[in-house]
């Protein structure tokens, strides 16, 4: 019996450094610091901050003046920006920079006069913030489209002036239906250029692809509004796992589920601590499964710059996460 351990899995780029701005707000300035919406879709990760000082908030209207906030990691509209500036908060902003450069998408189209059309899903507060990015002002107009079939009921103000993005939190394969039913109605629609694009999802996508076929069950730590984390369960099984579920904790794994089991797969949503994988791994090799094969398809080493008020560790040095770093895939 052995587990086959998937990697890239875990924390990505943007997460971590949205946590690390929490933490590091919460060690310079201290409790209570406010952040809006869920730093990241992540049970335990939120728990830890909460339990540190950290007090999560739906709006800013819950945030007494004057007080320290984080925009999380989905990003935040400009009209929540604009309450921030007029509330005189100290706000930092702990969106991905993947996100940001979206939302940088977003107005460069609306400047020139092009409809927006944002592939993504209803709700999502990354799409939210996104669709915040849409100015008025501006001569065309914003759509979110979910599915292919939603995409011949679009009535862009001039269909030779259309533009696309999508929600970081969907990978590459999760978009490319819509964007070929873009490119079959709207032939000059424009896309975003190669390097937008987030892989964090489509890596963790990539390598439960790989493990899937040879699984037995196939086992995601996520949350449940992890969005990255769900698809992940969903991935595992239009991939050839003859079952796939998700869990927030190692003890949530039912003894059922391991019945008759020889190989399973195990990977992790881009918002999950690794401390919770290896939980899971440790209860695994207690009931048998004590060989781990590990399948990694592609490496990332990126890292993101901090706010510049944040770029201190504890003894007062900067330290090498604050500078940033790079991408590779294989």
């Not at 076929?213 to 996520?222: K, W």
Request: a negative charge.
């Amino acid at each position: 019996m052995k587990i086959v351990l998937a990697n890239p899995r875990g924390f990505c780029a943007g997460v971590d450094r949205a946590i690390e701005i929490v933490e590091r707000a919460l060690e310079t300035f201290g409790a209570p610091i406010y952040v809006r919406h869920e730093v990241v879709h992540n049970r335990f990760v939120v728990d830890s901050l909460r339990n540190r000082g950290a007090i999560f908030v739906d709006e800013l209207d819950e945030v007494p003046d004057g007080a320290t906030v984080i925009f999380s990691a989905h990003g935040v509209s400009k009209e929540v920006r604009r309450e921030g500036d007029r509330r005189g908060l100290a706000v930092f902003d702990a969106t991905c920079p993947l996100v940001t450069k979206v939302h940088i998408e977003v107005a460069r189209h609306g400047k020139a006069g092009r409809d927006v059309v944002l592939i993504g899903h209803a709700g999502h507060p990354e799409v939210e913030g996104t669709m915040g990015q849409w100015d008025p002002k501006y001569a065309g107009r914003i759509h979110l489209v979910e599915t292919p079939e939603c995409v011949a009921g679009l009535k862009p103000a001039n269909s030779d002036k259309l533009a696309y993005v999508s929600q970081t939190t969907l990978s590459v394969d999760d978009t490319r239906a819509v964007i070929e039913a873009l490119r079959q109605h709207f032939p000059n629609v424009l896309g975003p250029r190669h390097d937008d694009i987030c892989y964090a999802t489509q890596n963790r996508q990539v390598a439960i692809k790989k493990i899937a076929p040879d699984a037995d069950l196939v086992i995601v730590v996520g949350s449940a509004n992890s969005s990255n984390s769900v698809r992940l369960v969903e991935v595992a099984l239009e991939y050839g796992a003859r079952a796939a579920y998700r869990v927030d904790y190692a003890h949530e794994v039912k003894q059922e589920w391991l019945d008759g089991v020889r190989t399973i797969g195990v990977t992790s949503g881009a918002s999950v601590p690794e401390v919770l994988v290896q939980e899971l791994l440790e209860d695994l090799a207690a009931a048998g499964f004590g060989d781990v094969v590990p399948v990694k398809t592609a490496e990332e080493d990126l890292q993101f710059s901090l706010p510049k008020e944040l770029r201190k560790d504890a003894s007062g040095r900067t330290d090498a996460r604050a500078i940033g770093g790079r991408i590779s895939h294989e």
